[in-house]
């Protein structure tokens, strides 16, 4: 979940300007299991969404559809042998909290530790992003991957002020990925920010790339407004990450309302009224901070003083059909771990 410098680290932006996301991992899980085959065959499975590939050999998958983008992981690791992949997640479905990304990453640890592929959680990042760019055919956040496999709470700062074509020894076509400014945080400010935040997910279903297709085209016509909007995003991550630094829970929850308000320029066209609704009525049962996990309103995020409010918040949206998920930050990013075959 991004806290605070969404946009900021997509490459029409980025390259220019440098960005700034801070981020963190939720306990909310996304998991791949693999069973080797003896042949080249490779079956993928997606157990909430009921879909389903196979292909005799990796090379043969045609890169379409639904799994497309675990079709790419899959070729681009160019197993010697076949297996059946079987991916599931806790998140509902337009979540906005990069269902894509986790399982992706899931899948390229799995598939890379079937293949023996030495490998670090930078590693498995790099190599999603650029499959999901791939697939996309246009740029893509660079943090969600990159949280997924590390964990935690991230303050990622991405390289700007020259063109990726322009350093040294790196292809036009680089995904730079960021340094990790290592956030620091009191632990009286992190308890609080778990203990009293709350995570809904709305139920509203938009298109969930539309307002990243809207934000490229403005940033690539050289849209003013738009860069001044990033401008103020990435401003207020520095700010969120020295909120956390300084154990400032009511700054942090002040700043989380001013990057809700900072997307509005860029993504007008998926901010309903019931997103406002919701956030205003969370306003009025007492949470002091407030913002959108998925710039297409699928998902929300409050801050809240106490329990008390924490409470009437919670009433408050279920009221209203937002459906409510865990909110505890995940340490450890991507796990791998391994059991025996039992034959029958």
Request: aromatic fraction near 6%; charge should be negative; glycine fraction near 8%.
């Amino acid at each position: 979940m991004d806290l605070a410098g969404s946009g900021t680290d997509l490459r029409p932006y980025a390259n220019t300007f440098g960005g700034r996301v801070v981020s963190v991992a939720l306990r909310i899980y996304s998991r791949a299991s693999l069973i080797p085959r003896l042949d080249t065959h490779v079956s993928l499975r997606h157990l909430r969404d009921g879909l389903t590939s196979e292909a005799d050999d990796s090379d043969e998958f045609d890169i379409q559809g639904p799994l497309a983008v675990f079709e790419r992981l899959v070729q681009r690791a160019a197993p010697s042998r076949g297996f059946e992949l079987t991916l599931s997640t806790d998140l509902p479905p337009l979540a906005g909290l990069a269902d894509t990304a986790s399982l992706a990453v899931a899948t390229t640890a799995l598939i890379w530790e079937f293949t023996r592929r030495v490998y670090t959680p930078a590693d498995l990042a790099r190599e999603v992003t650029e499959a999901l760019i791939d697939i996309s055919s246009h740029p893509w956040p660079r943090h969600d991957a990159w949280v997924c496999a590390v964990g935690g709470l991230n303050d990622l700062a991405f390289p700007g002020g020259t063109r990726a074509c322009d350093l040294p020894g790196t292809p036009e076509d680089a995904v730079l990925m960021p340094q990790d400014l290592e956030l620091t945080t009191k632990e009286s400010v992190r308890l609080s920010f778990e203990q009293h935040g709350l995570l809904f997910a709305t139920g509203l279903q938009p298109d969930p790339d539309a307002c990243r297709r809207g934000l490229l085209e403005r940033l690539n016509a050289g849209e003013e407004g738009a860069f001044r909007s990033l401008h103020q995003a990435k401003a207020t991550a520095q700010a969120v990450g020295n909120a956390f630094a300084a154990g400032d829970s009511r700054g942090l929850a002040a700043l989380l309302y001013e990057d809700w308000n900072a997307p509005h320029p860029l993504c007008s066209s998926v901010f309903s009224g019931a997103v406002a609704e919701l956030i205003a009525r969370g306003a009025e049962a007492g949470a002091i901070g407030a913002k959108l996990c998925a710039l297409d309103g699928s998902c929300i995020f409050f801050a809240c003083e106490d329990l008390a409010s924490r409470q009437r918040v919670l009433d408050a949206m279920k009221a209203r059909g937002a459906r409510p998920l865990p909110f505890l930050i995940d340490d450890m990013g991507v796990r791998i771990w391994s059991q025996p075959q039992i034959n029958s």
